[in-house]
């Protein structure tokens, strides 16, 4: 792994920008945010920015900057969590000198001139504290909370597949470095609003459960009116679902209007779910994908698609 070469072109630069995927999760903004704060935590005259799409619910994670004019030529790009350069948010990476990639996606393409990817790593936020401990990076408890938080929310709590001795080692070894509070972190997670619970009963009323395992509901816009919810209330609802027996996979497809799409959580207990998500513009890991199907009759593909998966799988 490129830790330490990483750590030589973050020396190199003065003016760094780090950018993460488009709709992002705690943990892609916890990667990118928390790299910046330890940049400059560590090299305080150094020029860091954190670029993309700001996320009002996530707040609590820091806020992202406006970039600057800068000179792109002697720049350089770190991008987090990210595996393929059309889900960059924010950033042209063809203009930087240099191009870095740390992820922990499976691999898409190769788009950065140094890539670290480990897809066995639970997430994106775990690389970033494995560059800081094995580079020997000062820490402190504001940079360590953004960073346990990215790995706390990609793990569902520890709870996921690629939750490894590493993962558990890296999060008690900064929360020793930083004296880290992690408990009070949690709030900022798991607080849900009694809309967003009035709306997960609805979720389970109507819910369809398919023969084979699979799991699915369509939720138009009226019905996202009706209960003064938005299109992301059912994914942050999914993990709710993915623990239930008799289902093998769960797919939530809720009507976005804004931006034109059905946007589609997909969760698998077994069955590898990313490569049918990546015909409905989608991807994401083999067990917990997104995708972007333009109509309810794509939708209804994907599903018979995803239906199959759950027969054939033993
Ligand atoms: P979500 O259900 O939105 O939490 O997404 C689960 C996983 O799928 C995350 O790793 C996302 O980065 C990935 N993902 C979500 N939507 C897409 C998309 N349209 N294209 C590729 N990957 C996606």
């Known amino acids: 792994m490129c830790y330490k070469k990483i750590a030589r072109e973050i020396k190199k630069y003065n003016t760094i920008v780090i950018a993460r995927h488009i709709g992002p999760d705690p943990d892609a903004l916890g990667s990118s945010i928390g790299l910046k704060e330890l940049i400059l935590y560590n090299f305080p005259k150094k020029q860091v ?107 569902n709590r520890f709870l996921y597949e690629y939750t490894s001795y590493k993962t558990l080692e890296l999060a008690a070894w900064l929360i020793k470095e930083t004296n880290l509070n992690f408990t009070s972190l949690y709030d900022n997670l798991y607080t849900k609003s009694l809309k967003e619970i009035i709306f997960s009963g609805y979720i389970s009323l109507n819910m369809q459960i398919t023969d084979n395992g699979l799991a699915y509901i369509k939720l138009s816009d009226d019905i996202l009116k009706k209960y003064e919810v938005d299109s992301s209330t059912a994914g942050n609802l999914i993990e709710n679902y993915n623990n239930v027996d008799k289902i093998k996979v769960v797919a939530f497809c809720s009507e976005d209007k804004g931006n034109n799409y059905i946007k589609c959580s997909i969760r698998s ?25 333009k109509t309810f009759d794509e939708v209804d593909k994907m599903l018979e698609e995803l239906d199959k998966l759950c027969q054939n799988f033993e």
Do not use: C, M, W
Not at 50 to 61: C, M, N, T
Not at 269 to 282: D, F, L, R, T, V
Not at 285 to 292: C, E, L, M, V
């Open 49 to 155: 920015y954190v670029i993309g799409a700001p996320a009002s619910r996530f707040r609590y994670l820091g806020n992202v900057d406006k970039l600057p004019e800068i000179d792109y030529h002697k720049a350089l790009l770190i991008v987090t969590d990210t595996p393929d350069a059309k889900r960059i948010d924010g950033a042209d990476y063809t203009k930087f000198h240099k191009v870095i990639k740390i992820d922990h996606h499976p691999f898409i393409e190769k788009f950065a001139d140094i890539e670290l990817i480990d897809d066995k790593a639970s997430s994106a936020s775990q690389l970033i504290i494995e560059l800081a401990k094995i580079n020997h990076y000062k820490l402190n408890e504001d940079i360590a909370s953004k960073l346990y938080l990215g790995v706390v929310a990609d793990t």
């Open 269 to 293: 207990k077994g069955p590898i779910i990313n490569e049918i998500a990546s015909h409905y513009n989608g991807g994401g890991h083999i067990y917990a994908s997104g995708a972007r199907p």
